[in-house]
């Protein structure tokens, strides 16, 4: 009898105990450095961090240097590749500040090609939505070049060599197209560029609240302006 009783008694606290695992823990406040989101095979899919456990650039398992450590989260996708963030930052460092936050979407194997930007440097501030073409080439295919050129003696024939990667055929590796923007003159400006990256039609309110519409050359410089 009193093994059947036993018996029993072990197999409810069994149950209970299965019960309460396979609910989700709550938690009122917890205090972490960073979060990792993944998938149940372990692939990384999101990390919510503060700068100093922000993770580093890694393309395909390479680790790269150079990612600047700022609090937020950054978003990986289905292959585990980074595809874009939500960052903040701001400090005052010896009498001068600096503050910036951004959301990006990154362009698949590349860089950013959708941001929400802002930055202050001391009261130097601009804020807007950026639309970036990208050429396709892969974002390690980049990364290499960039590490090739900094092995390079500095002088006139690695510049060229830059100048000519960056520029690749008439077909930049980066050009923004769109631009909706307040920027360091306090005006705020549409501008559209052609797929060299080149402003070629702003609308501009500028900090008087004088209005105009510009076309512009390839050079930048204005070619016509309308006004009211």
């Known amino acids: ?34 979060i990792n989101i993944v998938e149940p095979d372990g692939k990384l899919r999101l990390t919510i961090s503060d700068a100093a456990q922000s993770p580093g650039w890694v393309f395909h398992g390479k680790p790269y240097p150079g990612r600047p450590h700022s609090a937020g989260m950054i978003f990986f996708n289905d292959e585990g590749e980074e595809d874009g963030g939500l960052t903040f930052g701001g400090r005052t460092e010896k009498g001068q500040y600096g503050a910036d936050g951004g959301l990006s979407f990154d362009q698949y194997n590349s860089d950013e ?5 802002y930055s202050d ?29 900094k092995a390079m003696p500095a002088g006139p024939a690695r510049d060229s060599a830059m100048r000519a990667f960056v520029e690749n055929n008439g077909h930049p590796l980066a050009a923004t197209r769109v631009a909706v ?10 501008s559209l560029a052609d797929q060299q990256g080149h ?30």
């Open 113 to 117: 090609t959708i941001t929400l930007r």
């Open 181 to 190: 923007d307040r920027d360091h003159n306090k005006s705020a400006v549409v």
């Open 199 to 228: 402003p070629r039609l702003k609308l501009v309110v500028d900090s008087t609240g004088a209005a105009s519409i510009q076309f512009l050359d390839t050079e930048g410089h204005v070619t016509k302006s309308v006004t009211p």
């Open 121 to 149: 440097n001391n009261g130097v501030r601009s804020q807007g939505l950026y639309l970036t073409d990208r050429a396709d080439i892969p974002i390690t295919d980049i990364l290499a070049k960039r590490d090739a050129f």
């Open 1 to 34: 009898m009193i093994t059947k009783i036993a018996m029993a008694l072990t197999a409810g606290v069994a149950l209970a105990a299965w019960h309460k695992a396979s609910e989700p823990t709550r938690f009122k406040e917890i205090s972490v450095e960073r």
